[in-house]
């Protein structure tokens, strides 16, 4: 992965590569993530691990940036 800056927020992003070969933004910083399972009303933490959110999640000026999708 390779890490540069957001040209809108200025944040640290790295950029990791699609399974279809397309290039995403990723926040530098990792998060915690915790995977829940709803047990009939309690949910129940399945699975937690540390990972990066999508940039897109996060920027602020995001849907600036996007592309129509047609």
């Given at each position: 992965?390779?890490?540069s800056r957001c040209k809108s927020c200025g944040a640290a992003i790295l950029?990791?590569?699609t399974p279809k070969g397309k290039n995403t933004?990723?926040?530098a910083k990792k998060v915690r993530v915790?995977?829940?399972m709803d047990l009939g009303g309690t949910l129940k933490i399945e699975e937690a691990h540390e990972g990066h959110l999508s940039h897109?999640?996060?920027c602020p000026t995001a849907d600036?940036?996007?592309k129509d999708q047609k």
């Open positions: 992965m390779t890490e950029w990791a590569v933004p990723l926040d915790a995977q829940l897109w999640a996060t600036e940036h996007r």
